[in-house]
């Protein structure tokens, strides 16, 4: 079984993080999911995904004081395997875990996904519960100096230890019989702890013995360059940037972190920009609003996010969405970057500007992204000396999310565009 | 109260560890304590101090695998606070804690001193139990982000909430009713911890609640240079090294610590070199052996220790003292230099040796101690062009180790010192 | 000869950084000594400093480009040492360097001082100059890679290379000669540069070769913490901060600064909060100025500095003096401190407020100022619960900027202080 | 001009370092250029690079106290240019530089290139000399805080005077008249420099502006992985070691260095494992020496930068060539992978082994090489579970080195290999 298989382009989906944090519970997600089998499917999006703390009683209940409330009950099988908890999500009732929702999600003909933190529950370690498929117990697995810094839930699990595998093991068994298409792994792929490097390879590993084709996602970023063919080996898609929102000193910064990893993108190996925060979010955060992103840097992120090839999980709440974002989700022509694009690289960038190209994989086709990064309008200049003449001399360009068409002399041209706005142009040879 | 007055001088005393690591026993301090009142008391040792896990159960049963047996069980009050297990300290049934053995100390005319960790037990949080003095249960004070890299006992305390001082002095109240005169606080001064600085002033202020002159000792070291002025205005005495054992590189280790610190030991303030690894040690820790250090180099960490005004404690088995150790400890004339000397200066190092001068306080005399860093005998000159020629031209030097009195014509002179090391002199004027 | 004993005081003095920058003359020099000695002289203040670059031709004539014009000519004698240019300093004329002008300052009672940068001219290293006392060239003894980050004029010394020694040895003999009692050696401590200290060392061994007691004074800082017993073995003054400007922040961090050095201020020894931007200064930089500071922040910098016990050097253009500052200068009952005050200590500091504490050392009394270090007045309370009550208790005490008396009943008391202001307290016991 | 198509494979060539240093003369480089011409040529080596210090006279004659002597005279034009100095080179003779070794170079079919220095000769600056094609001087371009630590000839230039690529159009333009092929501009690639990224964009834009296709190669390395678009964009190859030599350690080290860059090779885009220490080496640097490395450690060598398609580049005096090592250089079916191979990954890397695949652009092949990094002859097992079972299957597969074939029943299979030792294998499908 080849990981790079699981997921031959880039991830598409909803993420239930920006819009619910810690409180989404089972009919909103089946409602999400809804409205994206009805109005999304046929685009590409297939991905239904629920985020952080699933598990966790209460959650959401403090917010004032906690985003995770430290100490609190945790819904866990006899094995130390974190459950989903009944009151949120009922259909977990009698041991099903999360195989009623994970059916219903397939019936729509989509795909489930889950959040996981790295290792073991803090609660498992300190009652001493069995690990199923081994004579350890959670006690003696667990590694009491490794935690997560901004999460109470979880003891890292012990690299010295064989039966941290078999833990690991037990847990994607539970997840394949629930039926998981994806589980994105937080806690575990950050600049500042390079230690977890052995816990990717056991999720790889468990992935594996499971035999189902589920993708792994790392989070919380940013990513390790130096660790760049590590990620490469055992993952599927790994941030690239800490938790990413609607502001655009966040979004002009994307541009740095996808130069530096824009050589690392290929066939089940996704460097990942991090959830759309469009339409309304935050609501679990304290108060609903609608994206913070003007309509030109929403523009500027889809084309960024396609011309780089970064999955694409949409952060809004699906059934609230308007037809300016849906319009934004749809248009076929940029989304078929994600599955036609190749090569794409950054051609220039300074504080004002950036730009990227890239070939189409079956037409004789290049595509063109302009990038105006200042705070007004601006011209945008595409002066690219040492690329061959024959690609933009007298073609006829097309502008993807307008429409509009022009012709080049040569190389070097210019175009209007607003303030942190974007044109994406497909130029056919 | 003043803290500075808690010590008039560096405390002089026993500790555990470096015998028994976490597995003491109420029998066996009291042999220490014994033997201490008969034979060191009248050359002012007077501190018996329990080191680590006086509170855990089972502690050192597994030794081969752990040195602390994580997510196990400690014994502790309703109030989350630990007390001594009674399976080795059973003089602390029906909750008497060490009181009993506070007050066997007492009556030798000796001072009772325990060992703690920064914060609350981690099992106290999980449990949700009380906090004396305060509504706040110990999951709402606990951190879960503060813990200790290599003990799994404790959360650390959050620093914004102010039922954390009320834990802290709840502690404070039980210790002063058993009598304890000394706390070492662990995992509490490092380098690499900063943010203790909060956990230090609140334990300070838990001390001046509790009405006793309890000595505040901080660890594990090495302690950061440039917080030393919140170290001298909390506490009395605070590590400048890691764990120190019976090692030449360590020991050479110490002059360059000596050397930064040496401004900064004044009366209540005290930078500490950490305990004297002498005569049988390391029992605990899975074979007991005599220490590897040479006399000579013994004779070097008592002259720096005494030079500098280090607290001196014992690591050895004191019912196990042979003469030569003892004679070590008990050298009147050497021990003066804690209680009477003043000003300690470097007046020179490199890495093949090193001087310190400093002034006796009542006697018009002072002190010159000469070292040889080098793995070979070897002359070791003494020229000061800078001090006042009056110093020593023409006096009479006393060696305190041997009693050897030499002469010197002026401030320049040399003398013959073995490998590792060192001549104490007193020079009377 | 003890350097410690070359000044048993804090040095007082003028420095023409501030008000001229690289390009004061002979001429300004003796005004504003002249000044001083008709008006300062008597409260102390004594040393005369000509500041960087009394060697570079057309020093300042390029502001608009460089502050050290580079790859410039320099006065420079045949043994690689530089001189005044006659310029602007007629009388070094005939190779008398500053003899003429040290001898003049030294006619009105006061002491000269000048400026170098450590090393060796870069134009003497590629011309291949001669070394005084030495068969070596100065390209044998300049060290192509130690270079002045700020400034172009010189290469460092080979420590490796024993007629290095001889070089520093030459400068100070011909030092020596002139009559300067004061040298600043900059670009040779800041926490970025250790390896400057082997050239402290061989300065520091040239000074005692002279015979002459020149105060050595080093820069740019921050000094480091780490090498304070080095600083305090070889040097008499070392800054404890970069440049200090007429800016509040710059002020409120010397708190910190003054925190952390504060052990380290004993006869003979300094750390330096570097020079006073009082009245008028800025000229050399572009366009005079008056000081920034308030009236109120001009108290606390003046009572920090005596309290703390910093050198205080001048950097105000002395002939413009109005009587505020002169009062600010020749107030007794403040410079007292200087030479009377002993073991100054901060008692607390935070974000809006600060205490220090010392005694005098003839007089029982004590010193206590009180710091406000907020944007807006403020009560600030003294609450030492650790403090001998008999310090405060029922006494008078006198505030030495307003003459004003008050009395506590206790240690505990507060008084009202303007924005950024302080309170130099005086109490008799 | 595209830069990318100055060297559309890794280049293949002589460097006169390893073996002469400083040292090398135009007889001597001539000879190497006729072996290569003779016996090299045809299996595609064709660079013939002078490296460091053709300008610096009496080069390499101070040996035993300098590498490079400091503060010496460099033979320069009027302009401020390096030429090369006649001694060594007689044919430069008469303003000629380099045009005549040049020529003779290209006489033979071979290629030519030299070595410079980021920056502007020390000497021109402080000489005040011209700048070709400007008004400014070099004193006025020169940074007189930006040099380089370990060789004193230049200073760098100012990146905020446009005049300072003036003076770098000057230099390609001149090296253009020569016939230069290929410039190791050195002190520029390193990660604790990266402010030499606006050099590099200088070197780029001299180069297209003097219209020859000059091969831009940086130094010295490691270069920064996050600047690896910059390098990609502005250069053709890249040092990512420190200088390499013939040391076990430092091969060894090289695996992680590859694992690091694999993903940046790329067409006009070589990441550079530097010189191959082959053969006799190290004459001006004290002592010739045969190369330290075993036969099987040269082999490693050979495949791992072939597999990696790093640039080619023998350190060797190419006139003692012996056949053994004549042979490793001209093994066409080990070379065909610069030329050939796609797409190289590593598989695995431990501490003990290593393994790499990369694809043949033309035939249907695979290339597999397997490393021993023991110390130890070892069963190396390759063991890949998730690739296509089609490619190994029961195919033959041939090792390059030595021309045995074996079968394999499917990705799983196991191979004794000699310490340090490998086998390149290719696979026919």
Redesign the interface.
């Given at each position: 079984?080849?990981?790079?298989n699981f997921s031959l382009t880039p991830p598409m989906g909803w993420n239930s993080y920006d819009y619910y944090d810690t409180a989404v519970n089972e009919e909103q997600v089946k409602a999400n999911a809804d409205y994206m089998a009805a109005n999304l499917k046929e685009y590409g999006w297939e991905y239904v995904v629920v985020d952080i703390q699933w598990y966790a009683l209460d959650a959401g209940t403090q917010r004032d004081r906690y985003q995770y409330i430290?100490?609190?009950e945790v819904a866990m099988d006899e094995y130390s395997r974190l459950v989903p908890c009944t009151d949120r999500f009922p259909s977990a009732k009698d041991g099903q875990g999360f195989k009623p929702l994970a059916d219903y999600i397939h019936s729509l003909g989509l795909k489930f996904g889950i959040h996981i933190m790295r290792g073991i529950p803090?609660?498992a370690?300190?009652e001493?519960r069995k690990v199923f498929g081994s004579d350890a117990t959670a006690?003696e697995i667990?590694d009491?100096?490794s935690?997560?810094?901004?999460n109470?839930d979880m003891y890292g699990l012990r690299a010295d230890r064989e039966e941290s595998q078999a833990y690991y093991n037990s847990l994607f068994e539970l997840y394949a019989q629930w039926g998981v298409d994806f589980v994105k792994c937080d806690d575990i792929c950050r600049y500042d702890m390079p230690s977890a490097k052995k816990e990717i390879e056991m999720l790889h590993h468990a992935i594996?013995a499971c035999k189902r084709p589920i993708v792994l996602s790392l989070s919380p970023g940013p990513a390790l360059?130096?660790e760049?063919?590590h990620y490469e080996?055992y993952a599927n898609m790994w941030r690239i940037t800490d938790d990413f929102w609607d502001s655009w000193p966040l979004l002009k910064n994307m541009f740095e972190r996808c130069?530096?990893w824009?050589?690392?993108v290929s066939e089940g190996c996704y460097p990942d920009c991090d959830m759309l925060p469009l339409g309304y979010v935050g609501k679990g955060f304290g108060e609903e609003r609608y994206t913070g992103f003007t309509k030109e840097e929403q523009v500027t992120m889809m084309t960024l996010w396609c011309m780089f090839r970064s999955p694409l999980m949409l952060g809004a709440e699906l059934t609230k969405l308007d037809e300016w974002t849906k319009g934004l989700l749809t248009n076929k022509d940029v989304l078929r970057l994600l599955t036609h694009s190749i090569g794409a690289k950054?051609m220039?960038r300074d504080s004002k500007k950036a730009a990227w190209l890239s070939r189409d994989t079956e037409e004789n086709a290049w595509y063109l992204a302009l990038f105006n990064l200042e705070d007004t309008e601006g011209i945008i200049e595409f002066k690219e000396?040492?690329?061959?003449e024959s690609i933009f001399k007298g073609k006829a360009y097309e502008e993807l999310w307008t429409g509009e068409t022009i012709r080049a002399a040569d190389n070097n041209f210019s175009v209007r565009i607003a303030a942190h706005g974007a044109k994406l142009y497909k130029v056919i040879e």
């Open positions: 079984m080849n990981k790079n430290p100490f609190w803090r609660a370690a300190h001493h006690n667990a009491p100096s935690i997560c810094f901004w109470p594996l360059i130096n760049a063919w080996k130069e530096l824009q050589n690392h950054q220039y000396t040492e690329l061959e």
